[in-house]
T-cell receptor, first 115, second 112 residues
Framework: DTGVSQDPRHKITKRGQNVTFRCDPI?????LYWYRQTLGQGPEFLTY????????KSRLLSDRFSAERPKGSFSTLEIQRTEQGDSAMYLC?????????????FGPGTRLTVL | DQQVKQNSPSLSVQEGRISILNCDYT??????FLWYKKYPAEGPTFLIS?????DKNEDGRFTVFLNKSAKHLSLHIVPSQPGDSAVYFC???????????FGKGTMLLVSP
């Protein structure tokens, strides 16, 4: 099964360090999304790619956050100078192109803990 | 400002009975609605969706009802099974728009 995969599954880091997460979408999906989920909340949208183009970014995505999808396949999300408030589950999702409706398929997430 | 609201944090149901999970939304531009199920330590799994041109969509034990005038949707699970115990998220999107707005989720516990 080639569902959405994310690596690492867990990351513990000290405040001020940089971290990078990877997402591999379902192979035929052109759209890729990053969400963040904190305790007691639903997933919150961070950013969205159509192939390699980053088409939308949330206000939640501060200057310390950067995402890339260089060849339109896998994506990376980097957080620089991590803060304790960055502790969350980072979820990646993908969906096929075309059509008006938007059924997204999620990966297992990367849980980040900032000490 | 929460645009998608799931006002019940939790719901307990006995096996074999009906589970009804509710969701309200405030953004009148939303016209596509989805339900996801999430187990601990896993990502959300898509369950069922409905577009605003319908008022009901059914898939096996799962049925979603949409009342556009009330800006309300519900997910019915019949019959409920212990394996249905999970957190259920309601999500919404405007037509042709790429991002989903999620509610906070409702934890469903189905007891044998």
């Amino acid at each position: 099964d080639t569902g959405v995969s994310q690596d690492p599954r867990h990351k513990i880091t000290k405040r001020g360090q940089n971290v990078t997460f990877r997402c591999d979408p379902i192979s035929e999906h052109n759209r890729l999304y990053w969400y963040r989920q904190t305790l007691g909340q639903g997933p919150e949208f961070l950013t969205y790619f159509q192939n390699e183009a980053q088409l939308e970014k949330s206000r939640l995505l501060s200057d310390r956050f950067s995402a890339e999808r260089p060849k339109g396949s896998f994506s990376t999300l980097e957080i620089q100078r991590t803060e304790q408030g960055d502790s969350a589950m980072y979820l990646c999702a993908s969906s096929p192109d075309g059509g008006s409706y938007n059924e997204q398929f999620f990966g297992p997430g990367t849980r980040l803990t900032v000490l | 400002d929460q645009q998608v609201k799931q006002n019940s944090p939790s719901l307990s149901v006995q096996e074999g009975r009906i589970s009804i999970l509710n969701c309200d939304y405030t953004n009148s531009m939303f016209d596509y609605f989805l339900w996801y199920k999430k187990y601990p330590a896993e990502g959300p799994t898509f369950l069922i969706s409905i577009s605003s041109i319908k008022d009901k969509n059914e898939d096996g034990r799962f049925t979603v009802f949409l009342n556009k005038s009330a800006k309300h949707l519900s997910l019915h699970i019949v019959p409920s099974q212990p394996g249905d115990s999970a957190v259920y998220f309601c999500a919404a999107s405007p037509l042709g728009y790429s991002t989903l707005t999620f509610g906070k989720g409702t934890m469903l516990l189905v007891s044998p």
